[in-house]
């Protein structure tokens, strides 16, 4: 069993895989590493219950397993497991959630 599908994050915190940015060009040529930007997107691995409110209940978070989130530049906690990175941040951190419009 990997790392990842052991880890679940606690209260309103997301696991989060950052996309990596493209490593050629649409014509084909390699980028070095210092010329590649740091994308602030990625996919939702694993979600935490949510955040309890002052009564008690449960505030689910906003975003499930496998939506692609809008993240914030700078926040969050790295994570490495399985040789992966990982980001572990609160849902209220999230700026975004992408969504696929259907066209009629």
Avoid: H, W
């Amino acid at each position: 069993m990997s790392a990842v599908k052991q880890f679940i994050p606690l209260f309103d915190r997301i696991l989060v895989s950052r996309a990596v940015a493209a490593a050629t060009t649409k014509g084909g040529i390699m980028l070095p590493e210092s010329s590649q930007k740091k994308l602030n997107e990625g996919v939702v691995v694993s979600c935490g219950p949510g955040a309890m409110d002052a009564d008690g209940d449960v505030i689910p978070v906003s975003v499930s397993v496998g939506d692609k989130v809008l993240l914030p530049e700078y926040g969050g906690t790295k994570l490495s497991l399985d040789d992966e990175d990982y980001l572990l941040i609160r849902d209220s951190e999230i700026l975004g959630k992408f969504v696929k419009v259907t066209s009629e």
